[in-house]
Nanobody
Framework: QVQPVESGGGLVQAGGSLRPPCAASGRTFSSPAMGWFRQATGKEREFVTSISWDPSRTDYRYYADSMKVRFTITRDNAKNTVYLQMDSLEPEDTAVYYC???????????WGQGTQVTVSS
């Protein structure tokens, strides 16, 4: 199993930035893809971004169309950690942000507990 753990959420003013990390432990080699999702109150969970890598250490990044300009996903292999850089935050970005691990970049089997991000206007 893989255990993702998010942190680094919080309250930020509109226009500000956050960079929550997601640290993965366990059999991380079995899940060479990590993704971020978010769920706002009263709405369905939605995909934000993901990063995956192949044996040649090539990274593949995917973004939801509405977030590709302001959000960036990066990873630190030595720490088994991925980061979600969020810039120019808007009140509409307020949500619980979840990190998840996947063996193929499509099916996410392991989920963190989420970190709350609140953007004030």
């Amino acid at each position: 199993q893989v255990q993702p753990v998010e942190s680094g959420g919080g309250l930020v003013q509109a226009g500000g930035s956050l960079r929550p990390p997601c640290a993965a432990s366990g059999r991380t080699f079995s899940s060479p893809a990590m993704g971020w999702f978010r769920q706002a109150t009263g709405k369905e969970r939605e995909f934000v971004t993901s990063i995956s890598w192949d044996p040649s250490r090539t990274d593949y990044r995917y973004y939801a169309d509405s977030m590709k300009v302001r959000f960036t996903i990066t990873r630190d292999n030595a720490k088994n950690t991925v980061y979600l850089q969020m810039d120019s935050l808007e009140p509409e970005d307020t949500a619980v942000y979840y990190c998840a691990a996947s063996p193929d970049g499509t099916h996410y089997h392991y989920w963190g507990q989420g970190t709350q991000v609140t953007v004030s206007s």
